[in-house]
């Protein structure tokens, strides 16, 4: 099957397809998780480097362990808990477990707008915006920041992050709710 | 006029189970939302912060991802292949030790049921040894034989005696 083909087919028949022997049905699943899983990764590491080196061991290690996979979990689940796993395990070596901090080393913002387009002073102010939302989002009680982030920046579905969370998905959304009402407070001003 | 707070109250308390961003409409107070101006624009800053959320953040993985990936794999599969190639011989050395005592304890125990290392057991090699055999089996016929060969070569004897006689006295 060519990689056009692949497109169409759900992680799971990827999965499926992969255990079967099949690469390109690996790659596909890397192209469709890589950008996500870095995105996500990188607010735990704080910078890209240590996030990339974490996002290739998952892929890695997926790779090694695809025999482990049962199709009763989401791929999805299964990719962003091997991922969460590793960036927890390095965070709590190097000793920055309780310092969670996503606004980057040094203060430095290493992360992209999405809006290229805009003239200098509209990014004067998304940036200082990025600023005070991804330092709200920081200072948000883990459970919160957890739940806004797989939502709003990873884009999972509230099903997902259940999975993932080991949660119901009505707490999903009570606490998604929640994490946002904080955000507000914090952003008022901005989005007035 | 105080300001309505009946849905930020909920949700400060974590009570309501649906995504007031996504789901309005299916929160049991829909319909408040939709005649109470302060829980309608509630509602509406709540749907700008994670449209601000959503659009601010992004971080992509760098150029040399896949080519980084790429290798770190096939470093990898090297790896696995060594460890294969380096099991192999032992697992061939098991093999080969387990299959020679096999092989040894079947020839032994097929040697033993032909009577080989049996004196007592006779009648079932088809060799020399059943010949010899054949004779243990029969020793009167074998005494019989020897008598006659013994009085034939005294026989023999006695012939050439009176030919060395008759020869020395000149008849």
């Known amino acids: 099957?060519?990689?056009?083909?692949?497109?169409?087919?759900?992680?799971?028949?990827?999965?499926?397809?992969?255990?079967?022997?099949?690469?390109?049905?690996?790659?596909?699943?890397?192209?469709?998780?890589?950008?996500?899983?870095?995105?996500?990764?990188?607010?735990?590491?704080?910078?890209?480097?240590?996030?990339?080196?974490?996002?290739?061991?998952?892929?890695?290690?997926?790779?090694?362990?695809?025999?482990?996979?049962?199709?009763?979990?989401?791929?999805?689940?299964?990719?962003?808990?091997?991922?969460?796993?590793?960036?927890?395990?390095?965070?709590?070596?190097?000793?920055?477990?309780?310092?969670?901090?996503?606004?980057?080393?040094?203060?430095?913002?290493?992360?992209?707008?999405?809006?290229?387009?805009s003239s200098t002073d509209r990014d004067v102010l998304k940036n200082e915006l990025s600023d005070i939302i991804m330092s709200s989002i920081d200072s948000l009680e883990e459970k919160f920041r957890e739940i806004v982030m797989l939502r709003d920046i990873d884009e999972m579905s509230y099903e997902e992050i259940a999975a993932l969370l080991q949660i119901p998905t009505g707490t999903v959304k009570s606490r998604l709710n929640r994490a946002r009402l904080n955000l507000r407070d914090a952003i008022a001003d901005y989005i007035k | 006029m105080e300001k309505c707070s009946r849905l930020e109250e909920m949700i400060r308390r974590e009570e309501l189970e649906y995504d007031v961003v996504t789901e309005a409409a299916s929160i049991e107070i829909s319909d408040h939302i939709r005649v109470c101006p302060d829980c309608g624009k509630f509602v509406s800053d709540l749907k700008k912060t994670s449209d601000s959320v959503r659009s601010l953040l992004k971080v992509s993985?760098?150029?040399?991802?896949?080519?980084?990936?790429?290798?770190?794999?096939?470093?990898?599969?090297?790896?696995?292949?060594?460890?294969?190639?380096?099991?192999?011989?032992?697992?061939?050395?098991?093999?080969?030790?387990?299959?020679?005592?096999?092989?040894i304890f079947i020839a032994f125990f097929y040697i033993s049921s032909l009577g080989l290392f049996d004196n007592n057991k006779t009648g079932t090699m088809p060799s020399l040894n059943s010949e010899m055999s054949l004779a243990s089996e029969n020793p009167v016929s074998n005494d019989k034989s020897a008598i006659d060969s013994l009085e034939n070569m005294s026989k023999s004897v006695q012939d050439d005696e009176n030919l060395r006689l008759r020869v020395s006295t000149g008849e």
């Open chain 1, 1 to 117: 099957m060519d990689m056009m083909n692949l497109k169409k087919l759900t992680d799971e028949e990827l999965m499926l397809r992969f255990q079967n022997g099949d690469e390109n049905s690996y790659s596909e699943l890397v192209e469709r998780y890589k950008n996500k899983l870095m995105n996500h990764i990188f607010y735990y590491m704080k910078d890209r480097e240590s996030a990339e080196d974490i996002v290739q061991d998952t892929f890695v290690r997926v790779y090694l362990n695809k025999e482990k996979y049962k199709e009763i979990a989401k791929v999805s689940t299964w990719i962003y808990t091997i991922a969460i796993n590793l960036a927890k395990t390095a965070l709590s070596r190097s000793g920055k477990m309780n310092s969670f901090s996503i606004t980057g080393k040094d203060g430095e913002n290493d992360y992209e707008i999405k809006d290229n387009h």
């Open chain 2, 61 to 103: 993985v760098s150029d040399s991802f896949d080519s980084a990936l790429r290798s770190r794999l096939n470093s990898v599969r090297n790896k696995q292949k060594k460890e294969r190639s380096v099991a192999t011989p032992l697992y061939s050395k098991i093999f080969y030790y387990v299959s020679g005592v096999a092989a």
